[in-house]
């Protein structure tokens, strides 16, 4: 099975910090993807990544910023953490597809609440 | 934006009734994932549709695609206290892999 962690369940941060979020699978995936999570708003994609130290901004990366220097390990960085950054924070990862056969399910960790205080 | 939006937003029904959630999407997509939350977890990929496909099933789980109307719909049969969740249905409009989620559909069974 599938397994992607995320380095912690519940995070409580105080405005200006700098935070890291970790994700790591262990299926090689080559793509990874961090997003938020908002009531009434879905999920929105952060950042991606397709391959190591490869990334590509998402719908709403402002604020935030990406490494993947390993193909296992996919961290999102808040360099200044502010409170409107309060907010479930889901990773997933997936093989990648082909040109016919488009993308396949994604596999997702069970999410760090972050409280930005 | 090409998010989807999902319908009805709650449902509330009574344990062993059927379960229909609507999709619609805005763009032609290689495929249609619908995905389930339970309370404060990651997703849960349930079933992928092609868009080439108009109707797949997995278990009490039947969805259908219907790409003229850019819609689909998640049917869940003989429903159980445990299918409460939230459902998302996710769209990859073509390119690196990406889906596009839903609002989703926050489904209650009452025992």
């Known amino acids: 099975d599938v397994k992607v962690t995320q380095s912690s369940r519940y995070l409580v941060k105080r405005t200006g910090e700098k935070v890291f979020l970790e994700c790591v699978q262990d299926m090689d995936h080559e793509n990874m993807f961090w997003y938020r999570q908002d009531p009434g708003l879905g999920l929105r994609l952060i950042y991606f990544?397709?391959?190591?130290?490869?990334?590509e901004k998402g719908d709403i990366p402002e604020g935030y910023s990406v490494s993947r220097e390993k193909k296992e390990r996919f961290s999102l960085i808040l360099e200044s953490a502010s409170t409107n950054q309060t907010s479930m924070y889901l990773c997933a990862s997936t093989i990648t597809g082909g040109e016919f056969t488009g993308s396949y399910e994604q596999y997702f960790g069970p999410g760090t609440r972050l409280t930005v205080t | 934006s090409q998010q989807g939006e999902e319908d009805p937003q709650a449902l509330s029904i009574q344990e062993g009734e059927n379960a229909t959630m609507n999709c619609s999407y805005k763009t032609s997509i290689n495929n249609l994932q619908w995905y389930r939350q339970n309370s404060g977890r990651g997703l849960v990929h349930l079933i992928l549709i092609r868009s080439n496909e108009r109707e797949k099933h997995s278990g009490r789980l039947r969805v259908t695609l219907d790409t003229s109307k850019k819609s689909s719909s998640l049917l869940i049969t003989a429903s159980r206290a445990a299918d409460t969740a939230s459902y998302f249905c996710a769209t990859d409009h073509g390119g690196a892999q990406k889906l596009v989620f839903g609002q989703g559909t926050r489904l209650t069974i009452n025992p």
């Open positions: 990544s397709y391959d190591v130290k490869m990334k």
